[in-house]
């Protein structure tokens, strides 16, 4: 940690919470390339795809495979993104246009199960879960209002993904060994979990609430509901008791208009 080394990975992350914090403490008007940022930050599920990117890029053999991994990433995201209106269309003409939805838990399940693997087969199967994640990724971003039709938006996006993979796994490949075998196993076990949870989630009905329907066969739609007691007791209205003058069947003489119930037999 007192290498020059360490310190210069800090600068990275350092500097990108700074900014987080810069940006969420201080009130002020949001450009397009801070939104675009931000916005890679609510997807909440590919972020912590991400971070596990991040971890299997730490763990990478070579230098040569770290910068595999980031470039892999990438290059996927910005091709999509460039031509996002092309490759959605032939996207959607596809098969693969009816289960758009299980992208994302796939992403995350196969980022997951990459961090369980050893050697060469880690590196190409996180290799695969980078291009998966960039895949889904470039589908909420060119998906989104501001999407593909802001540079600075979809800029933002593309610099914050890019700091949650690189920045973490330069801080974590200064301890590079092999202790982080069973962290990062138990990060990619996480991984799977929260995968499947969010496959389900997409599989379970959400509760409806809206208000309650008038009912035709009743007067006013059932808005006026008119109740007299067999026992002969004041009748209610609306589950209010009416104030009777004297229980002579009649309303109280402050409103004369007012209708007359009569007495039951």
């Known amino acids: 940690m007192a290498g020059t080394s360490f310190r210069r990975s800090l600068w990275p992350l350092g500097a990108g919470a700074f900014a987080l914090l810069l940006s969420q403490g ?144 330069l801080v974590l490949r200064q301890f590079c060994g092999p202790w982080l075998t069973i962290p990062s196993r138990i990060v990619g076990s996480w991984l799977i979990v929260i995968g499947i949870i969010v496959l389900a989630s997409l599989y379970v009905p959400m509760p409806l609430k809206g208000t309650t329907l008038p009912d035709p066969s009743q007067p006013d739609g059932g808005a006026i509901e008119l109740q007299i007691p067999e026992d002969g007791s004041a009748p209610m209205l609306n589950g209010e008791t009416l104030d009777l003058d004297g229980g002579t069947g009649q309303l109280a003489p402050e409103d004369p208009q007012a209708p007359v119930i009569p007495d039951k037999p």
């Open 26 to 169: 201080i009130p002020h008007e949001y450009g397009f390339l801070e939104l675009g940022g931000l916005f890679t930050l609510s997807v909440y599920d590919l972020v912590l795809a991400m971070l596990g990117l991040s971890l299997g890029a730490a763990v990478a053999e070579t230098r040569r495979d770290l910068v595999a991994i980031v470039c892999t990433f990438f290059g996927v995201l910005v091709v999509m993104l460039t031509f996002f209106d092309a490759i959605f269309g032939v996207i959607l003409a596809s098969p693969l246009g009816e289960v758009l939805y299980l992208i994302a838990p796939a992403a995350v399940m196969l980022t997951g199960a990459s961090l369980w693997l050893s050697g060469r087969f880690r590196q190409w199967a996180v290799l695969l879960a980078a291009a998966v994640v960039a895949f889904s990724f470039s589908l909420f971003v060119g998906l989104d209002d501001l999407g593909v039709g802001l540079l600075d938006f979809a800029a933002g996006t593309v610099v914050s993904a890019l700091w949650l993979i690189l920045a973490p796994a």
